[in-house]
């Protein structure tokens, strides 16, 4: 062990507080840092003993001072030295990401009590607008807010070091509390929490990083419940109550059914390109999310029965409570006779009772699969939810106000957000899927001059216009589908009958991915006919149906492709059943890959404006979907900055954003971090819905800014594509990053490429795409082609325009801010090291590419913040970020090494398991996997 008086904590680099940083949190922050450290450093010596901990320190301090030496030290690192020491590193960076979490959630309560909430400033705002309650009534009526946990495999961490991590955040959390609270002496409290943190950091220790084998649809639904539990125990009902006091102050009564807040999934219904994702898997997690999910109501009538022990010999009741007590105890023939007799004066308390047998039944009821009896059990949410608003109305016409408006209220409003389900299912499925199916059903009909398959876009959409407003069926019980087939089509019966078993609330969009024209909408709603969930002579329609637009092509004629979806009088006849609200659904990751983040995002930004623009056209509402990663290639990037730099009246109140991987955890893995998070993008949602309806200015600036990004955009596409044209490509991809691999880590049931797409990038799917660039530092989908696109239009004497737009223009402002954090987590000196240890000497042209283009990309976005470096307007960050490059050095400088041995071939067992962990280690130290 070093002699060092400073302890272990000075081994990770930071000991040493700059004396003149005034800001007190970022202090407070850096202590706890060094204090995780400290325990890191002594569980080292406890478990590896002290020689580990002498290495680490050496390796850190060659790293700090000597990148290359510090290569060359680690090249012959033996394989089980090497797997310590990026358990080392990893582990630090896993407490220093909690930490951080923790602190995050501390500072933003400080802002809270200083300044007020989210929701408040909101608030404000809209006050000083001057908005008539009228108007503010009518925007909180349509505001629908939903966060969408997909299981798209980026979360690299497993859940067992989830919940260590998260006993980290909450000792941590405790410990600020009680010390704050309490008055207990500080070094006290210190003393007894470092005792429990060194368990936990221990446990962490003897953990394994790694999955034994690949999770199934089941267990990613499990990890998304862990989340979905803690909202709903106190983040979401807790951002409920504020948004109905906040729109009470401004002279909105909200409804205690309302739902501005739900969830939604895409695990077990996500079926592009997932073979493990079939009908019975779909049954499977909704029964799972369904017994979550009546267990957290169960537990919640557990504490109201608790509470309500009001007696009608002391006050009185409501006739339709004691109506309603009485057809329950009919029905419920089983309830216990001591209840019976025991709350035979407390109808509140027999009504409650009553509803968790009925729980208990709908239980039973799923578990055998039998059918729903009306009054024994529920189906859906919506007789338990009427169920409260009985109590809630007797309570409020017998004195009992606040007890109505509180605690049952609260529970009326979670009930509204969650149901019994959780979360609301989304089902996807590839186009082609749909067409492949359907061929089926028309070539056996025999009606047309050649195979369904064969026809131009424009004859299949004008014959399936004509067949969804027909009322023949295509088939019958005696229709033969080959297996592809059978399997699309069977999801259609599968819906239908999980609506019947499990209620309408627990599927509502069918997502129809790589959407390219009109006909593959109307090719999944005819299926949806046929099975019996259409039809338009009816006016049934119990699934709304969902264009994905991912590529750059179809996101340019977004608003023609919705003209002509509304045009067609069957399909519009289905928007109407579904309450004339159609949802599109953007795919940011896909047109990233495809055609660079400029293109993207620009064309992205211009498809909601043409969308917006049509649905008005067709008297309809404009549900979007943004389907965002977590990284800045993948659309990421702050969620509240994003809302608010949406084109004007493209946010109605409704709203839906994909949730996925390490963005999941980072948001909701702490609680208090959980609640800020909701409330942040609630108050967003709400602010764009009534003060982002006209343009905030003029439009001839507008009509400017626009002119002028299509002038960037056109060039930086340009740029990229003859990047990922370059037939050389795709074996430097597979050679300087650690793609290959990323199956190995077994983090999602669904594989890293489309089906029968060989071996080249086109199948590749956009997770794998950004996490190899990622791993290898040069996060080429997060800038490549930006810098040209700008100086283009500076060549074309644009550049006073682009300094206009980065001080006026939302949108562009958030764009660059996102550029300009992915070129600070960008390390060429890292990657170069990738190159020239790994890839061939004839394919190091596509480096030098790169290289250009960052350092053009550099300097045009410098020129754009008129700031000397990168993220100079936030030293803090740029300071975390400089830190957290020291000890991902050594990993890196691992991982090439081990690539190195894995490619040549090297038997060792180990060494694939050394390679994986430092690609969870640098994912944990990047904070981000794709």
Not at 20 to 28: T, V
Not at 30 to 36: F, N, P, S, T
Not at 152 to 166: D, F, M, V
Not at 255 to 270: E, M, R, V, Y
């Amino acid at each position: 062990m070093p002699d060092t008086d400073a302890g272990p904590s000075d081994l990770w680099g930071l000991g040493s507080v700059a004396p003149d940083d005034a800001n007190e949190a970022d202090r407070e922050l850096r202590a706890d840092i060094r204090r995780m450290g400290n325990l890191l450093g002594e569980t080292l010596v406890r478990q590896e003993g002290p020689d580990l901990l002498e290495l680490v320190e050496k390796v850190r301090a060659a790293a700090r001072t000597d990148a290359a030496a510090a290569a060359d030290a680690l090249s012959g690192t033996d394989i089980p030295t090497a797997i310590r020491l990026v358990r080392a590193f990893a582990t630090y960076f896993h407490l220093a990401n909690i930490t951080e979490q923790a602190h995050r959630g501390r500072d933003l309560r400080r802002r809270r009590a200083n300044q007020g909430g989210w929701l408040e400033g909101a608030a404000q705002r809209i006050k000083a607008r001057g908005l008539t309650s009228e108007e503010i009534a009518a925007g909180a009526e349509q505001l629908a807010v939903r966060p969408v946990f997909t299981a798209h495999p980026t979360e690299a961490a497993r859940r067992s070091t989830l919940a260590k991590l998260r006993r980290v955040a909450d000792l941590l959390e405790a410990e600020a509390t009680e010390a704050a609270v309490s008055g207990t002496p500080a070094a006290y409290v210190s003393r007894r929490t470092n005792r429990e943190l060194a368990e936990v950091v221990d446990l962490l220790w003897q953990t394994d990083e790694l999955r034994l084998e690949k999770p199934e649809p089941t267990d990613e639904a499990r990890n998304a419940i862990y989340y979905l539990n803690d909202l709903h125990a106190d983040a979401a009902p807790t951002v409920l109550t504020e948004l109905a006091d906040i729109l009470a102050d401004l002279g909105v009564e909200v409804s205690s059914t309302a739902k501005p807040l739900t969830f939604g999934t895409w695990i077990g219904g996500d079926r592009d390109g997932n073979p493990f994702v079939n009908a019975q898997v779909t049954r499977d997690v909704l029964k799972l999310q369904y017994e979550y999910g009546i267990r957290d109501t169960d537990a919640d009538l557990a504490e109201l029965v608790e509470e309500l022990s009001v007696s009608d010999r002391v006050v009185g009741v409501s006739a339709e409570l004691e109506e309603s007590v009485a057809a329950d105890l009919a029905n419920l023939p089983e309830l216990e006779t001591r209840y019976r007799r025991v709350n035979a004066a407390e109808p509140y308390r027999l009504k409650i009772r009553c509803m968790r047998a009925k729980l208990a039944n709908t239980r039973t009821r799923l578990a055998r699969n039998a059918a729903h009896q009306p009054g024994r059990d529920y189906l859906g949410s919506t007789d338990l939810v009427a169920d409260l608003e009985v109590m809630r109305r007797s309570l409020r016409a017998h004195r009992g106000t606040l007890i109505a408006d509180g605690t049952v209220t609260r529970l009326i409003r979670t009930v509204s957000a969650f149901g019994l389900h959780l979360a609301t299912l989304d089902i996807r499925e590839h186009s082609g899927a749909h067409h492949q199916a359907l061929a089926q059903f028309v070539d056996r009909v025999g009606e047309l001059y050649e195979p369904y398959t064969a026809l131009s876009r424009e004859a299949r959409t004008e014959y399936l216009a004509r067949e969804l407003a027909g009322r023949r069926p295509l088939g019958g019980p005696d229709v033969q589908l080959d297996e592809a087939g059978a399997k699309t089509f069977g999801v259609f019966g599968a819906i239908r009958d999980i609506l019947d078993q499990f209620g309408p609330e627990v599927i509502e969009s069918y997502i129809i991915s790589m959407t390219e024209g009109v006909d593959d909408v109307l090719a999944a709603a005819v299926l949806a006919r046929e099975a019996g969930l259409v039809d338009v002579n009816a006016g049934v329609a119990r699934i709304g149906f969902v264009p994905l637009l991912e590529q750059v092509a179809e996101l340019n004629v977004a608003g023609e492709i919705l003209d002509r979806m509304l045009s067609i009088p069957a399909y519009r006849a289905i928007v109407a059943a579904r309450g004339d609200v159609q949802e599109v659904m953007l795919g940011y990751s896909d047109s990233n890959k495809d055609a660079g983040i400029t293109s993207s995002q620009w064309q992205i930004h211009r498809a909601q404006r043409a969308l917006r623009d049509v649905a008005q056209q067709h008297g309809v509402r404009l549900r979007l979907f943004h389907g965002r990663g977590g990284t800045v290639g993948r659309g990421g990037g702050p969620t509240h900055e994003a809302i608010l730099a949406q084109p004007y009246g493209t946010l109605d109140g409704a709203i839906k954003v994909t949730e996925q991987g390490e963005v999941i955890s980072d948001k909701y893995a702490v609680p208090s971090l959980a609640r800020e998070n909701l409330e942040l993008t609630v108050a967003a949602v709400l602010q764009a819905t009534l003060l982002h309806t006209q343009p905030r200015q003029p439009q001839e600036d507008l009509d400017r800014w626009s002119d002028l990004m299509d002038k960037v955009a056109a060039p930086a596409q340009q740029a990229y594509r003859e990047l990922i044209h370059d037939p050389d490509l795709p074996r430097y991809f597979w050679a300087s990053t650690p793609a290959e691999l990323l199956g190995a880590l077994n983090i999602g049931s669904r594989p890293s490429k489309r089906p029968d797409t060989g071996s080249g990038l086109a199948g590749l799917r956009a997770i794998p795409w950004v996490f190899g660039w990622t791993q290898s530092r040069q996060i080429v989908p997060g800038w490549y082609g930006v810098g040209t696109g700008f100086a283009a239009a500076r060549e074309a004497g644009l550049g006073d325009l682009l300094a206009d737009a980065y001080a006026r223009w939302h949108f562009f402002r958030t764009f660059v801010s996102n550029v300009e954090m992915t070129l600070v987590k960008t390390d060429l000196s890292i990657a170069r090291r990738y190159v020239e240890r790994l890839v061939d000497p004839g394919l190091r042209h596509i480096f030098d590419k790169i290289v250009a283009e960052h350092e053009r990309t550099v300097a045009e976005i410098l020129e754009i913040t008129g700031e000397p470096a990168l993220l100079d307007a936030q030293p803090v960050l740029q300071r975390t970020l400089a830190v957290r490059d020291t000890y991902l050095q050594p990993l890196h400088h691992l991982q090439i090494e081990l690539l190195a041995r894995y490619r040549a071939d090297d038997s060792d067992p180990q060494l694939q398991r050394a390679l994986l962990l430092t690609i969870n280690g640098v994912a944990a130290g990047m904070r981000n996997t794709g």
